[in-house]
């Protein structure tokens, strides 16, 4: 939300920033047309890094200790299904000469089956927790903006940038550390989840 109003505020300065050239030139170009006086006063100003603030949450922190403990889940899960298709593949190689061309074939066929459906599998379920870790960091950055907008709120704020589109500012300005500590504080107790589909 935040970054949808900088970016909006953005746009606004550079159309501004644009009708202002135009209408200069069209004033120096014909000189009966008065230009209208517009002031913009903005007074205060905050910065925000919005990059560090999703790095360094703890909530991002939790989420990515859940992620690992999944990943170690689905990993331990398909070690074990691996040594079991191994053991498949070597009772099959001992079958050749046993079973018929045809009878070896199908069982061929079916153990081929079977892989590909667990490679389908583990495709699946490693999409499924990138979809849910981008869903929790999403989450976790609305929740940032609100806490920006709130400071912005309370504070008067005219206007706050993200860091990167800043180019100089005084230190003193930024407000990162101030909006990792709110946001710290308002998902310490959050039940955080990682949902596989």
Same mark, same amino acid.
């Given at each position: 939300?935040? &970054? ?33 006086? $517009?002031?913009? &006063? ?6 925000? &890094? ?20 999944? %990943? ?8 074990? +299904?691996?040594?079991?298709? /191994?053991?498949?593949?070597?009772? /099959? ?5 046993? /079973? ?25 379920? %490693? ?42 500012? +005084? ?7 101030? $909006? ?8 310490? &107790?959050? %039940? ?6």
């Amino acid at each position: 939300m935040l &970054n949808i109003q900088i970016r909006l505020i953005n746009a606004l300065f550079c159309f501004f920033m644009l009708f202002l050239i135009s209408s200069h030139q069209v004033h120096s170009q014909d000189k009966s047309y008065e230009l209208p006086q $517009v002031s913009f &006063n903005v007074e205060r100003v905050a910065v925000v &890094n919005m990059d560090r603030v999703l790095k360094d949450a703890k909530a991002t922190e939790r989420v990515r200790e859940l992620l690992d403990d999944k %990943r170690e889940e689905f990993q331990n899960d398909f070690a074990t +299904r691996e040594a079991s298709l /191994l053991q498949i593949e070597k009772d /099959l190689q001992s079958k050749r000469t046993i /079973l018929s061309e045809e009878a070896y074939r199908a069982e061929v066929n079916q153990f081929q089956n079977e892989v590909a459906s667990i490679q389908q599998e583990i495709q699946f379920k %490693r999409q499924a927790l990138d979809k849910a870790f981008q869903e929790a960091q999403d989450e976790i950055k609305s929740l940032a903006a609100e806490i920006v907008a709130e400071i912005a709120g309370q504070q008067k704020l005219d206007a706050v940038l993200n860091k990167s589109s800043a180019l100089v500012f +005084r230190q003193d300005l930024d407000i990162t550390e101030y $909006v990792i500590s709110k946001l710290n504080e308002r998902t310490k &107790n959050a %039940r955080l989840e990682i949902q596989e589909e």
